[in-house]
């Protein structure tokens, strides 16, 4: 499947209808509503080959009351076909984009996290929002209106035949003409659509990674620079869309062409059928009315074609997220109340080409401590993602009471797992909302109190006036960071997971919220099976056993006394953090 979504990306050309059509039977579309707008829209196309006929007998002079009765009706019954059909057209629409975006947001979270490592977020958020406007756009007016327009395209040619046949023939000679300026015409406004969505994309994007790193940007003092850079990509959007004004004026003028061509054709060679005496004044009434309607609905065919192709196109991206395997689930186990030793065997995992581990093989004791250390990029975190499952070793396996990983149910596994990381990530909200984030259960006030006074963030929340109900901010932005670090470490005391993971909870802080953050940590590590990275090499001395990695594997392991002794590598990244560093 996956091989699937590369081949759909590198190349657009191929298989164009397969993805389309694929993704149009994944998502549940509403069809009863849109069997009603195309019921609804062909009896409009009916009505549409009745009304110039009746319309022209009136205008020949046929003024009894019958005739204008039965104009006025199909008139009357045109106007109310057009607004049912706009309303259904829009219900079908909205119910498509709703149950496209359900869809895509199922989708999205149950992608596993490598995709994301390879995806930015914004190429996504486009993919769900402006490409599903599309697609909705289309199954609301381009599917409904496009039997309809054929309808009348075909009902007008075979009237047109049954009047006089040379009538026809110089409709014939008009619908190659339109063919081409609207070809030419629609060629030339997607290609300069395509480049003002581009430009507007790429402010989009630039605004999104600025506004993101407005500390950055001020620390700099590089305001002006990126204010500029901001102002280069509006004013391209702006010189695009002026030119694209230029374009539009000569496509506009092509456009009108089509009304003058079919003007003179049907004047000048209706006449001449007139005198001929092949047809009468009322029949070239007629003739002229249906023209008109024949290009209208050749036009419409065309434009409907048109939002079939950029309907395809968003297909396209969307199938690509569609095509991408879900998160693999895992086996129907449940992980117990009290789970054993954790052990990885022969583990290896590489990110793309680079190979992180090479057959890692080590034992996580229960109820114990374990640290592990190794220089930076020797994977210490990558063991982390192995152990919350996000990630799956190309070889070996993860043991938890005799059974692999994989048996186990990916839900079960890591509600067994509380994870700490370095720069604790909170949710825009309340400390309360932070805290008991994820926890399927209501917690008591009484819990929520001694939850936060074993994080040592309690006195903070209760000098704040709103108390647990406190706002963080977007992101915990009105936190500092080590108060952000005691409400995840609260999060996780709510929690009460069996297996800790704490992934250099401190190293971003100053010493003392280190300091008040590490005792929070071994408040929480009571009783619980820990795995703690650290680059403060004092902060796991104390561990029960530490673990060297170098090179992909484990090359030593003991406490700290015995690896100062035997290990070379733990050793000088021991004396690397004594060592005073010279003026």
């Not at 057209?89 to 390879?118: C, E």
């Not at 500390?215 to 990126?226: N, Q, W």
């Not at 996780?492 to 100053?510: F, H, W």
């Not at 005792?519 to 029960?544: F, P, Y």
Request: proline content about 3%.
């Amino acid at each position: 499947m996956q091989e699937k979504s590369k081949n759909l990306a590198q190349d657009p050309k191929k298989n164009i209808w397969k993805p389309f059509m694929t993704l149009m039977l994944q998502v549940k579309v509403p069809w009863v509503w849109l069997a009603a707008a195309i019921l609804v829209s062909l009896f409009g196309a009916q009505l549409s080959l009745l009304i110039p006929d009746a319309t022209a007998k009136v205008i020949a002079g046929d003024i009894s009351m019958g005739a204008i009765l039965f104009m006025v009706v199909c008139m009357f019954l045109s106007a109310l076909e057009t607004a049912v059909r706009q309303v259904l057209g829009r219900i079908v629409s909205q119910k498509a984009q709703l149950n496209f975006h359900k869809y895509l947001l199922k989708k999205t979270f149950s992608l596993p996290v490598p995709y994301y490592d390879k995806h930015m977020a914004n190429e996504l958020i486009t993919r769900i929002t402006n490409d599903n406007v599309l697609i909705s756009e289309f199954w609301g007016w381009s599917v409904p209106y496009m039997p309809s327009a054929i309808y009348r395209f075909v009902g007008t040619f075979v009237i047109l035949f049954s009047y006089n046949w040379r009538l026809a023939a110089l409709m014939g000679i008009m619908v190659p003409i339109i063919f081409v300026i609207t070809i030419v015409t629609g060629k030339v406004q997607f290609t300069w659509n395509n480049r003002i969505q581009g430009k507007t994309a790429g402010l989009g994007s630039y605004l999104a990674e600025a506004l993101q790193n407005i500390p950055l940007i001020k620390v700099f003092a590089k305001e002006d620079r990126e204010e500029q850079k901001g102002k280069d990509a509006i004013n391209e959007i702006y010189n695009t869309k002026k030119k694209y004004t230029i374009v539009a004026s000569v496509v506009s003028f092509f456009s009108s062409a089509e009304s003058i061509i079919l003007t003179l054709v049907t004047v000048v060679g209706g006449a001449m059928i007139v005198r001929g005496g092949y047809i009468t004044i009322e029949d070239w009434i007629a003739f002229y009315m249906y023209a008109s309607g024949l290009v209208g609905s050749f036009s419409s065919i065309l434009r409907y074609y048109e939002s079939v192709k950029a309907a395809q196109g968003s297909a396209r991206r969307i199938s690509e997220i569609a095509a991408e395997l879900s998160e693999d689930r895992g086996g129907p186990n449940t992980v117990s109340e009290n789970p054993g030793d954790i052990r990885l065997e022969n583990v290896t995992f590489a990110y793309d080409q680079n190979k992180v581990l090479d057959g890692a093989s080590f034992t996580i004791p229960q109820g114990k401590t374990t640290a592990i250390v190794g220089r930076s990029g020797a994977g210490k975190s990558t063991i982390f993602g192995l152990l919350e499952r996000f990630y799956v070793p190309q070889e070996g396996e993860i043991i938890l009471d005799g059974k692999d990983a994989k048996e186990y149910s990916v839900t079960s596994w890591r509600k067994s797992i509380g994870y700490v990381p370095q720069n604790s990530p909170l949710f825009s909200g309340t400390i309360r909302f932070n805290m008991t984030y994820g926890l399927d259960r209501t917690p008591t006030e009484a819990e929520l109190i001694q939850a936060a006074k074993d994080a040592n963030i309690y006195d903070y929340i209760q000098s704040q006036p709103d108390g647990f109900d406190t706002d963080v901010g977007e992101r915990g932005t009105k936190l500092s960071g080590g108060q952000k670090q005691r409400v995840a470490i609260a999060r996780a005391i709510l929690k009460n997971p069996k297996i800790l993971l704490l992934d250099e909870a401190t190293s971003n802080l100053d010493a003392e919220a280190a300091y008040e953050v590490q005792l929070a940590m071994e408040k929480l590590k009571e009783g619980r099976t820990v795995v703690v990275v650290a680059h403060e090499m004092r902060n796991v001395e104390n561990a029960d056993q530490i673990l060297v990695l170098d090179g992909g594997k484990i090359t030593d392991q003991g406490t700290h006394e015995e690896l100062m002794k035997m290990s070379t590598l733990y050793k000088s990244l021991r004396e690397l953090q004594t060592v005073p560093v010279s003026a």
